[in-house]
């Protein structure tokens, strides 16, 4: 009993002192990942059937109403939020929805119904933000080298709308949010929604669609929950919809301007997206899943080549695709799982382009491992997680013949076609480390229900595909030119989740960021050539906290 109290009061001391800074957020894709442990925890009853590959707030409230096991409630849940997050230097944010990579304090309120008359299905739950947006450094990029910024934005920039910073007033706004309206049945449901949705079975990163921007506007057609047939299970979801182009322009194009026939003009017409995914759990191997998801996008009022208009199913619609194929095999009675995704950019991923003599492969790869403790019904939950989206083939990044005229523009997220690449109001729909990048994290936590004390660690490495082809040189001695100029974060975070009181359930972290070279630069200060610069290398704190309330949540 007295350990039981200590650990109690350490956790709540814990919290008390952190909680002035910021908090990591809960929003309900994350809050799915304890129904997904609760499954690995050797689910006996077999009520949580969910392949776990299609998450967002319609997917965690569905669950949830089937684990309470009545769905007669007019008021299925209510919920309260505030989030709160402080960068000190650097515009650090992933996975957190319509929050902005931003220096300085914002915050997030929301509040949500989630309503069911009869076969009617309405979650009101709207979103205001309040972002500080300090400025930022001043970026000149590589001044050794004259058309660095040139190269950046002929490859990357003019592809793709992937800020570090947006505008340089605070911003405040108001969206829908994680809202919908459709009707629902045993099975299916439908309707028109604005949530945040999560396709594959990653963790930390996923390839096609995940919760790093904001949600977008969309008619959905999805399964409640597995529909099971005499050779599996089938889970499916499908949208149609519009994305948002940002208002604003990348802070860095003044540096580019400087050169009048350099300056790129992005085709600002609306943009259109569809997509749908389809899980498989075939009856033969249990707790065994596989998936497909495609998506595209395309302007509005696209043109063939010949200047025709073209609709919505036409062969000849100039679009982006991204696609990939997945799995997840839960083992419950070891507490496990694997998982994993590859897909391919800018093509469908039908399973013989993985065998072609030319293609650019990106994957997510992942285990979790959950050990059960004896100490107040607990449990203790690592994960390790690895994703790649750097191009494999020096032929795909480098203009033949041309090793100096920098790269090709076609890293994964970017398009020739539609000008702002996979975003949504200037950020990455898919993975958030972005195009050309690799990330390693593992995190470790000791977890009791909403319950959790955890560290996290992970490197990311940003955009090698630009690296070497800004980097690149034929001539030098050791074939590659410099290797001390990656774009590397080292980033370690601690975090703390408690559910004090039912149905209250409070989160904090606080994250340390280590950006070596950081934008790829490296300025001498006279160190060895591969130890870290005062000059160039960055630091950045990062506080998180968020509040939230859940009625008529499950607590198990």
């Known amino acids: 009993m007295v350990v039981k109290k200590l650990l109690i009061f350490t956790i709540l001391l814990f919290c008390y002192l952190i909680s002035y800074a910021q908090n990591s957020f809960y929003d309900d894709i994350h809050l799915m990942d304890y129904q997904r442990a609760r499954q690995l925890l050797n689910d006996s009853n077999g009520v949580i059937t969910n392949s776990f590959l299609i998450r967002s707030t319609s997917s965690f409230q569905f669950l949830q109403s089937k684990l309470k096991g009545t769905t007669k409630d007019i008021v299925q849940s209510i919920s309260l939020n505030f989030d709160q997050q402080n960068n000190s230097l650097l515009p650090i944010s992933f996975n957190d929805g319509n929050m902005y990579p931003a220096r300085g304090w914002q915050e997030r309120y929301s509040y949500g119904v989630n309503l069911k008359l009869s076969i009617f299905d309405i979650n009101y739950q709207p979103e205001k933000l309040t972002v500080q947006n300090l400025t930022q450094e001043y970026y000149r990029g590589n001044t050794g080298d004259g058309n660095f910024n040139y190269k950046y934005f002929n490859m990357v920039a003019n592809y793709i709308d992937n800020f570090r910073q947006y505008g340089y007033s605070r911003i405040e706004e108001t969206t829908l949010g994680q809202s919908r309206a459709g009707i629902k049945f045993k099975y299916i449901a439908a309707g028109v929604s604005n949530e945040n949705i999560w396709w594959g079975p990653g963790k930390r990163n996923s390839l096609v669609f995940t919760n790093n921007a904001a949600g977008f506007q969309h008619y959905y057609l999805k399964t409640v929950e597995p529909i099971k047939t005499y050779i599996g299970s089938f889970e499916l979801a499908g949208v149609i919809g519009k994305l948002d182009t940002t208002k604003y322009t990348d802070i860095d194009q ?22 749908i995914t389809i899980n498989y759990q075939p009856i033969w191997v249990p707790n065994f899943y596989i998936g497909y998801a495609y998506a595209r996008q395309f302007y509005r009022h696209a043109t063939n080549a010949l200047g025709d208009t073209v609709n919505f199913f036409s062969k000849d619609l100039p679009k982006q695709e991204v696609g990939s194929l997945f799995f997840r095999f839960a083992m419950p009675e070891d507490h496990a799982e694997f998982y994993g995704e590859m897909g391919m950019p800018n093509e469908a991923p039908w399973p013989w382009k993985f065998f072609k003599e030319r293609m650019r492969p990106g994957f997510v790869f992942g285990a979790t491992k959950l050990v059960p403790l004896k100490l107040f019904d607990s449990y203790l939950s690592l994960n390790i997680e690895f994703t790649q989206l750097q191009l494999t083939n020096p032929r795909d990044i480098l203009y033949e013949g041309y090793p100096f005229a920098g790269g090709k523009p076609n890293s994964w997220y970017e398009s020739t076609i539609v000008n702002q690449g996979w975003s949504n109001n200037g950020q990455l729909m898919g993975s958030s480390i972005g195009p050309g990048s690799n990330n390693q994290s593992i995190s470790l936590s000791w977890n009791k229900g909403y319950n959790k004390i955890g560290v996290f660690v992970e490197r990311s490495v940003f955009n090698n595909d630009f690296y070497y082809a800004t980097y690149y040189n034929p001539f030098a001695s050791n074939g590659y030119g410099y290797y001390n100029r990656y774009w590397v974060d080292l980033t370690q975070r601690l975090e703390l989740q408690l559910m004090p009181i039912r149905n209250i ?29 005062i000059y160039s290398d960055k630091y950045n704190n990062q506080f998180q906290m968020s509040i939230k309330y859940l009625l008529h949540a499950v607590i198990k």
């Open 505 to 533: 359930l409070l989160s904090a972290s606080f994250t340390n960021t280590h950006a070596l070279n950081y934008r790829w630069i490296r300025i001498e200060d006279g160190s060895a050539y591969d130890e870290p610069s």
């Open 254 to 275: 003044d540096l580019l301007n400087a050169c009048p026939q350099c300056k790129f003009f992005k085709n600002l017409d609306e943009r259109e997206v569809d997509g």
